[in-house]
C-alpha cells in the first residue's frame, strides 16, 4: 500500500505540473508586462513562484494542514483567472468549528477537482462572463466536508479528448483518496450531484468531498 501510495503520490504530481499550465500561465503574466500594468505582473509572478514552491514543498507528504493546502488552491485559481480574463469568480467559506491549521488533508487531493470544474464546466459555458466557483468546508460531527459548487455546464456533455486527460487527474486524486482511508480509516467518500434552482431547473453542479475530521495530533498517533 505504501509503495502504490508513492506512485500515485508521483503521478498527481506530474498531473498537477501540467505543463500546458506552466507555459500559459508564463504567457499570461509576460502579457501583463507588455501591456498593462508591471506591478500586477510582478504580483502574478510572485503567485506563481509561491504556488511552484508549495507545490513541490508538498508533493511527496502524506499530510499537509488545511492552510497550507488552500494556500496553493487558491493560487492556483488565481492565475486560472488571469489566463481566462476574469471568466468566472471565486469564494471559499469556511465554518468557524474548522480550525485551518489543525485540520490536516492529503495534498492534490482537492485541486485536480477544481481545475476540472474551471476547464470543463466554466470555461465552456455559452456567456464568456459570470462563471462561479464556491468552495465550502465545514464539519460535521468528526467528519470534514468539502464542497466545490458551480453554475457551469453539466459534466455529462463533456466528451471531448482534453476532458479524458483531465479526467485521469481525478481519477489520481479518487485513489489516493481511496487508499489513505483504507490506511488510516478515515471513512473517505466522493459524491456528484446536480443543483436545481427554485423552479427545478438545473442550474450548477457540487461536488463533495468527506473524510473523518484529521487533526495534527491524530496523525502521529496513527
Known sequence: MQHSLINLELH?????????????????????ILTTS???????????????????GNFNKEWVSLHDDLEALELYIQLEQ?????????QVRITEEVNQQDTLVPPL?????????????????????GGRLVIHIGKDHNRLYIQ????????????DDTGERQASGIDIAAERL????????????????QLFDETRNP????????MRHMLTHQSMAV
Open 12 to 32: 498527481a504530481f506530474q498531473a498537477h505540473m501540467d505543463p500546458h499550465f506552466i507555459f500559459n500561465s508564463l504567457n499570461a503574466i509576460h502579457h501583463y
Open 38 to 56: 508591471t506591478d500586477m505582473a510582478s504580483l502574478y509572478l510572485t503567485r506563481f513562484a509561491r504556488l511552484m514552491r508549495l507545490m513541490i
Open 82 to 90: 488571469l489566463r481566462f480574463d476574469q471568466q468566472f469568480s471565486y
Open 109 to 129: 487531493i482537492i485541486q485536480p477537482y477544481v481545475q476540472y470544474v474551471i476547464w470543463h464546466r466554466l470555461l465552456l459555458r455559452p456567456q464568456k462572463a
Open 148 to 159: 466545490v459548487e458551480d453554475n457551469g455546464i453539466l459534466a455529462t456533455e463533456l466528451l
Open 178 to 193: 481511496y487508499m489513505m482511508s483504507e490506511k488510516y480509516q478515515m471513512r473517505a467518500g466522493i459524491q456528484a450531484q
Open 203 to 210: 442550474n450548477g453542479n457540487r461536488l463533495t468531498i468527506s
